[in-house]
């Protein structure tokens, strides 16, 4: 059991990003999937979430219309697809589950992470 971030780079403003999170081992959309990320010297934050089946993807007021957060269960793959990235925006990125508990919030039992992958906004 477990993720892979990918899809981290440098990136200018206002430039676009889509970071991956692909699953192993356990049924993607069983599980609720959070999107994070750490800037440094700041505290974890979380900025997306997709709970498990048909629940509507959520992310925070700080990235509200500029990221998406989304799933494709055919590829047991989830995206965050970041556009108008500003220079607030870097950090390590990273994905984790609550496999194995079948959760629609990204509160709590967040079992599983993914390794985070770096995005760097800069011109």
């Known amino acids: 059991v477990q993720l892979q971030a990918s899809g981290g780079g440098l990136v200018r403003p206002g430039e676009s990003l889509r970071l991956s999170c692909v699953a192993s081992?356990?049924?993607?959309?069983?599980?609720?999937l959070g999107w994070f990320r750490r800037a440094p010297g700041k505290e974890r934050e979380g900025v997306g979430c997709i709970g498990r089946a048909d629940n509507i993807p959520t992310v925070s007021d700080s990235v509200k219309g500029r990221f998406t957060a989304s799933r494709d269960s055919n590829t047991n793959t989830a995206y965050l697809q970041m556009n108008s990235l500003k220079p607030e925006d870097p950090a390590v990125y990273y994905c984790?589950?609550?496999?194995?508990?079948?959760?629609?919030?990204?509160?709590?039992?967040?079992?599983?992470w993914g390794q985070g992958t770096l995005v760097t906004v800069s011109s």
């Open positions: 081992g356990f049924t993607l959309e069983y599980y609720a």
């Open positions: 984790a589950t609550t496999y194995p508990y079948p959760m629609n919030s990204c509160v709590k039992d967040l079992e599983v």
